[in-house]
């Protein structure tokens, strides 16, 4: 349907992505149309791009992306009361912390699965889902700060309270399983990922002031061989940052 991509052209912040007409926003905006065939077109011109002469990706990975893309539409389309009100929306913490959601949208009370109300909707594709990946979403860094960000990053205020966030995971297979993960937005763990991010932080600040990073000799050599740094370390190059 009608969207708008925003540019804060105020000078005091940005927020980006595409948000739904139906909504009023503060400030002076830009706002630019995008077409109901964005992602069709889209599409095609990933498949233009792989046969022309210029740096591309493989369209064996344009097709993939296309049969999961498809799949997940087919799957969903036609069994819920979702309504888009943003896509792609950036905010950012006063911690420091910065996420950008990937749709945000209101879901009716006809929805087979969701709670109704503001819901973050978060889109992944996985080669395998089994109970061990669907439990650990609930401790998922990505998940956890996105939950964090919702009212001081001023989204409850543009779009309203969160009633949830849900993970779509479309799996990789032959015929790609469609799993859809409903997490509360009281996950206990937010409140420790918002400290160890302030103790983070902290510690950041600390090598600034002391224009040192602690090296870990440890982590030299890992799964892969030795660290990227390590002649660099070896000749003492290392220690200011």
Request: proline share 7%; with cysteine; glycine share 10%.
């Amino acid at each position: 349907g009608n969207a708008y991509a925003l540019a804060d052209v105020t000078g005091r912040g940005r927020c980006g992505g595409l948000i739904s007409e139906s909504l009023k926003l503060p400030g002076r905006r830009k706002r630019f149309v995008v077409p109901p065939t964005a992602a069709d077109d889209l599409v095609a011109g990933m498949k233009a791009l792989c046969a022309s002469d210029m740096p591309s990706p493989s369209l064996d990975v344009v097709e993939e992306a296309e049969r999961i893309f498809d799949r997940h539409t087919n799957w969903w389309g036609d069994r819920e009361d979702v309504t888009p009100l943003g896509v792609e929306v950036f905010a950012a913490h006063p911690v420091g912390y910065t996420c950008r959601y990937d749709m945000i949208a209101r879901v009716g009370a006809n929805d087979p699965v969701l709670p109704p109300g503001v819901v973050i909707f978060e889109k992944k594709s996985a080669k395998w889902i089994d109970e061990n990946y669907i439990d650990g979403w609930s401790l998922d860094g990505e998940v956890l700060g996105q939950i964090m960000c919702w009212k001081p990053g001023g989204m409850e205020a543009l779009f309203g309270p969160l009633s949830a966030l849900v993970v779509d995971v479309v799996g990789k297979g032959k015929t790609p399983d469609c799993r859809r993960i409903v997490l509360p937005p009281t996950l206990p763990a937010v409140a420790q990922h918002e400290r160890w991010i302030r103790w983070q932080q902290a510690e950041i600040n600390q090598w600034r002031a002391a224009r040192t990073y602690p090296q870990k000799f440890g982590n030299c050599f890992g799964r892969y061989g030795l660290c990227d740094e390590f002649q660099n370390c070896k000749l003492g190059l290392t220690g200011d940052v």
